[in-house]
């Protein structure tokens, strides 16, 4: 079945440090791939997307690209601030369309 | 998401008892989802809809039931509480037509703590 993976956290960087969340994923055919941002006591946002292989999704600063030979939708932040201290979680809709496979969520807090 | 709301946002009950939560959408989507969240697991789907007359299981059913009142509208209910079900539910929608890998959108969650 699909699975998504993302690296252990929690992550913990200074104010305008480069972040990097990496995300692989299994899934037959060719998923849709999401990374979604939680703030503290807030659902889920959606925070960017990419629908076919080699899309880079961008939004608020970050990047994310589906990379198919990897398997891989990394997410990246050139310089972070302490108001993207959050859950970051990604997520495909593969095989059975219309449903989320999520990873388990990266804590990210941002130090001034 | 302003357009995906849920009631109640916070509840606590007893073991045992019968709750009902509440989900409506002005989203005009097709399909509705249900998830629970508990830490270091991420989200897992509980019964998700694609219309009015089409409700289906997802991974972790058991000790749920879901009630599709209106293509706006999608209540989850727990029969009997237990302690385990303590967590963070969402409610989702999505469009099919809309051709955008089907994204969902999340309501602001409910939480809820059974003793």
């Known amino acids: 079945g699909d699975s998504v993976t993302q690296m252990e956290g929690p992550v913990t960087l200074s104010e305008e440090a480069f972040l990097t969340i990496n995300c692989t994923y299994t899934?037959?055919?060719?998923?849709?791939l999401f990374w979604y941002v939680q703030y503290p006591g807030e659902g889920l946002q959606l925070l960017l997307k990419?629908?076919?292989?080699?899309d880079k999704g961008s939004n608020k600063g970050f990047e994310a690209t589906y990379r198919k030979e990897t398997t891989s939708f990394h997410l990246e932040k050139g310089s972070v601030q302490v108001s993207d201290s959050a859950v970051y979680f990604c997520?495909?809709?593969?095989?059975?369309?219309?449903?989320?496979?999520f990873g388990q969520g990266t804590i990210l807090t941002v130090h001034p | 998401d302003a357009d995906v709301t849920q009631t109640p946002r916070n509840r606590i009950t007893k073991t045992g008892k019968r709750i009902m939560l509440e989900c409506s959408q002005t989203?005009?989507?097709?399909?509705m989802y249900w998830y629970r969240q508990d830490p270091g697991l991420g989200l897992r789907l509980i019964y998700y809809?694609?219309?009015?007359?089409?409700?289906n299981k997802g991974e972790i059913s058991d000790g749920y039931s879901v009630s599709r009142q209106a293509q706006a509208k999608f209540s989850l209910s727990l029969e009997s509480a237990i302690p385990n079900q303590t967590a963070l539910y969402f409610c989702?929608?999505?469009?099919?037509?809309?051709?955008?890998?089907?994204?969902?959108?999340f309501g602001p969650g409910t939480r809820l703590t059974v003793l």
């Open positions: 989702a929608t999505s469009d099919r037509a809309a051709g955008d890998g089907d994204t969902q959108y």
């Open positions: 899934a037959t055919g060719y998923p849709s």
């Open positions: 990419a629908t076919k292989a080699d």
């Open positions: 997520a495909l809709s593969g095989t059975s369309y219309g449903k989320l496979t």
């Open positions: 989203k005009g989507h097709d399909r």
């Open positions: 809809s694609f219309d009015v007359k089409d409700i």
